[in-house]
């Protein structure tokens, strides 16, 4: 039998959403897909921050005034000497350690209580984990199951009945949420 989980990338969706949620973690995955997991999740929080840092270097450079309009004229020495600053390799190997330090801080910390709440958890600790927080944002959107659709899909059906077929979408709408939420 053939299931809408059976495709790799929908699996590895899942596994990300249930280790980005501290209640659960690697409780259901498979040790085996465990390391793929974090690596997966370790280039994610890389990304995040290259674009940040690229980001935050795009508005520095609009903020700094423009250059003046008197030009100084520069000996051929001048132009050879090299500015110190950190090389590439240096600052990316200075990435790579603090994401992988808040991954592994993240990821030996006790998991929460299955009644908490795991985007108050996260608000609490956006601190602590802020690449890994903001992947949070991103994969806890992700519903688990398709069921509270489908019942809004049915009550809909329930609303719009063939003597209402004329009804405009806005009155469908409130009757709707009207039909929901009212006891």
């Known amino acids: ?56 270097e795009n508005t520095e450079a609009q903020t700094m005034e423009p250059p003046s309009e ?11 000497k090299t500015n110190p600053s950190p090389t590439p390799t240096a600052s990316f190997m200075h990435l790579e350690q603090a994401v992988e330090a808040e991954l592994n801080s993240y990821f030996f910390s006790p998991t929460i209580h299955s009644e908490a709440d795991p985007l108050a958890w996260w608000k609490l600790h956006q601190v602590t984990y802020p690449k890994l927080t903001k992947l949070a944002r991103k994969y806890l959107c992700i519903p688990a199951a398709s069921s509270p659709s489908e019942m809004l899909f049915s009550t809909s059906g329930n609303v719009v009945t063939c003597q209402r077929t004329c009804l405009k979408p806005s009155k469908v709408n409130m009757l709707v949420f009207l039909a929901k939420n009212l006891p």
């Open 70 to 80: 008197k030009k100084t004229k520069r000996s051929l020495g001048s132009l050879l």
């Open 1 to 56: 039998m053939n299931t809408k989980y059976d495709d790799p990338g929908t699996q590895e969706l899942l596994d990300i959403a249930s280790f980005m949620d501290p209640r659960f973690k690697v409780t259901y995955i498979s040790s085996e897909k465990v390391e793929d997991i974090k690596s997966r999740i370790m280039s994610e929080m890389k990304d995040l921050a290259q674009k940040e840092g690229t980001h935050s």
